[in-house]
């Protein structure tokens, strides 16, 4: 399932990384080599990062232990399709949802 995932890092804790030997460059390259986001992007103005990614539940639970970890925050996690697939989507949806009682 593609999610869009979303966190921010609280600002102590990204100082402290800013300011480790290699500050968090590695960190942040790895979890965009580990879960390949089809887009990404850091919030101007605060450490908030947004990235959109098919994950499995493995996978979800992986980058949320990642980010509690390293980050000490939570990942938020938003089911998302790709807009040009709605019209499909929702037209099996309403067909199916049309034989309920």
Do not use: H
Request: net charge negative.
């Amino acid at each position: 399932m593609r999610y869009l995932v979303y966190f921010e890092i609280p600002a102590d804790v990204g100082n402290s990384l800013d300011f480790e030997e290699g500050g968090p460059g590695p960190l942040i390259g790895y979890i965009m080599d580990r879960f390949a986001p089809e887009a990404s992007y850091t919030q101007a103005g605060l450490r908030g990062v947004f990235m959109v990614a098919d994950l499995d539940e493995a996978q979800m639970t992986e980058l949320m232990l990642i980010v509690s970890r390293k980050f000490s925050t939570y990942p938020e996690f938003t089911p998302v399709i790709p807009l040009a697939a709605t019209p499909g989507i929702a037209a099996k949806a309403i067909e199916k949802a049309k034989k309920a009682p």
